[in-house]
């Protein structure tokens, strides 16, 4: 049978099954308007995939680079964490450069053979294939190795972001890069370091991840760049805080501009006062943003 027979044969059948002569035409065009709908839909559904994908991929970002202490750094050593009963992420330190090794929980977690590291600068430990433990934390001991040692410190930094793709942190700031805790700082001073300093940091700030931010609080100036970007950097909802003495604005747990710009606390109930307290504690112990100066006020 050829097959304009069998297309002649079957248009009968549909006349003959629905009455109505020629209607083998219609139900063809029915048949491609389902087919259409068909292919438009699951164009819609791989559409709706890749923005589900985008969506997934905005909400996985990476955090944008933050400053560390070593005290900082070392909490992040891969052993399960008192209060939520779930293993810490694992960060070590190459050279300055912090990375997130939690992918290699094998390898620098507890138990691992590298576990000596986690938490720690070791860029000179593996420069020198060493567990020599004074040679960690000592970011400066990479400064003095020989040619050979920097070419294989250069290897393990290539191996950790090219090769693993261990995303990269932050910046670790040796204590003695930090600014002294008891050098006195103006208000000027104060408002240079906004959150709002774009660019690399140089000059006294050479080597830091990002441009220090700072918040005064009872008389303490705390640098919330050590792991506070995200909340108080130029887009960051305690933003207004920045480069400011906010003790009022914390103590009343307000964002009115009025206690934002009075600095005046000697108003305070014992209770703001309190409160005031708490945020103190909460910057110096909970978070570990370290202190770079005071104010010189009389509290």
Not at 45 to 73: A, C, H, M, V, Y
Not at 106 to 133: I, N, V, W
Not at 205 to 214: K, L, S, V
Not at 233 to 244: C, E, I, L, S
Request: charged share 30%; proline share 5%.
């Amino acid at each position: 049978m050829t097959i304009s027979h069998a297309a002649k044969e079957m248009g009968q059948w549909c006349d003959a099954i629905t009455g109505i002569e020629g209607s083998s035409g219609y139900l063809m065009l029915l048949f491609l308007a389902v087919i259409g709908y068909i292919w438009i839909n699951d164009g819609f559904k791989i559409n709706g995939g890749s923005k589900q994908q985008e969506d997934e991929e905005e909400e996985e970002s990476p955090e944008p680079p933050r400053n560390f202490t070593l005290k900082q750094l070392s909490l992040f050593d891969g052993k399960v964490d008192e209060k939520s009963e779930e293993p810490k992420p694992v960060y070590l330190s190459l050279g300055g450069t912090v990375f997130d090794v939690s992918k290699g929980r094998d390898f620098y977690g507890p138990g691992g053979p590298y576990e000596t590291f986690a938490g720690r600068e070791c860029g000179a430990a593996l420069a020198k294939m060493s567990f020599d433990q004074s040679l960690l934390d000592e970011v400066a001991a990479c400064e003095s190795l020989s040619v050979g040692e920097k070419r294989e410190l250069e290897n393990w930094l290539e191996k950790f972001e090219h090769y693993r793709c261990y995303p990269i942190m932050g910046r670790l700031v040796p204590d003695g890069k930090l600014p002294s805790s008891d050098r006195i700082i103006s208000t000027e001073e104060l408002a240079k370091y906004d959150g709002k300093l774009e660019g690399v940091p140089d000059g006294e700030f050479e080597g830091y991840a990002t441009h220090p931010i700072y918040v005064a609080a009872l008389n303490k100036v705390f640098d919330v760049s050590f792991g506070g970007v995200p909340m108080y950097a130029k887009d960051g909802p305690y933003n207004r805080f920045a480069g400011k003495d906010a003790s009022r604005a914390l103590a009343l747990m307000s964002f009115d501009p009025k206690d934002i710009e009075n600095t005046a606390i000697d108003d305070l109930n014992e209770k703001q006062v309190k409160v005031l307290m708490d945020w103190v504690k909460t910057f110096e112990e909970k978070k570990g943003y370290p202190v770079v100066g005071k104010l010189g006020k009389k509290i």
